[in-house]
T-cell receptor, first 112, second 113 residues
Framework: KAGVTQTPRYLIKTRGQQVTLSCSPI?????VSWYQQTPGQGLQFLFE???????NKGNFPGRFSGRQFSNSRSEMNVSTLELGDSALYLC???????????FGAGSRLTVL | GDSVTQMEGPVTLSEEAFLTINCTYT??????LFWYVQYPGEGLQLLLK?????DKGSNKGFEATYRKETTSFHLEKGSVQVSDSAVYFC????????????FGKGTKLTVNP
């Protein structure tokens, strides 16, 4: 059974650019969540999607957005990148109500 | 809001030593509690979980008991191995129809042979 797949694994951008990260959940999982991991702030919740609807959102500026497609795949977008956006972005999927997240390996974003 | 506090370490032990990583939480309801582990260059993996008071989660020799009276979920292992070297995260979920997790800051464990 394939795990959660995140692409790209590594990317480098410059300030002011935008970036789109992709997440393919485990087959059958309809809930997808995104987290930002940094050395200073640790793991912070970005947003959660279920059946193409955003169900929950963390305390991040509007530059951070996401969406989910009908096949449960999800993307997140960060516009007008800042140096502080450099982080590991983790996607996780779960079965509805199972309360257990399976994480992908992450997309490591470096902003120069 | 909900929060999780765990000892930040780093923690360095010799192989076969006893491990305890403390975790306490603040939550308005009765959350589910988790320990996740992150190996270098990888995402997080669920290590164990407990969903109600006095439940004991266990996996790969690790254990943690959900203590409502002390709002704690300490991680223990009787004899650590070099392969246990990783970062360990305590987390809670408020079970309110969302899969959102609130994480502690993580504890880096290094086990020396």
């Amino acid at each position: 059974k394939a795990g959660v797949t995140q692409t790209p694994r590594y990317l480098i951008k410059t300030r002011g650019q935008q970036v789109t990260l992709s997440c393919s959940p485990i087959s059958g999982h309809r809930s997808v969540s995104w987290y930002q991991q940094t050395p200073g702030q640790g793991l912070q919740f970005l947003f959660e999607y279920f059946s193409e609807t955003q169900r929950n959102k963390g305390n991040f500026p509007g530059r951070f957005s996401g969406r989910q497609f009908s096949n449960s795949r999800s993307e997140m977008n960060v516009s007008t990148l800042e140096l502080g956006d450099s982080a590991l972005y983790l996607c996780a999927s779960s079965l509805e109500g199972a309360n257990v997240l399976t994480f992908g390996a992450g997309s490591r974003l470096t902003v120069l | 809001g909900d929060s999780v506090t765990q000892m930040e370490g780093p923690v360095t032990l010799s192989e076969e030593a006893f491990l305890t990583i403390n975790c306490t939480y603040t939550a308005t309801g009765y959350p589910s509690l988790f320990w996740y582990v992150q190996y270098p260059g990888e995402g997080l993996q669920l290590l164990l979980k407990a969903t109600k008071a006095d439940d004991k989660g266990s996996n790969k020799g690790f254990e943690a008991t959900y203590r409502k009276e002390t709002t704690s979920f300490h991680l223990e292992k009787g004899s650590v191995q070099v392969s246990d070297s990783a970062v360990y995260f305590c987390a809670l979920s408020d079970k309110g129809g969302s899969e959102k997790l609130v994480f502690g800051k993580g504890t880096k464990l290094t086990v020396n042979p």
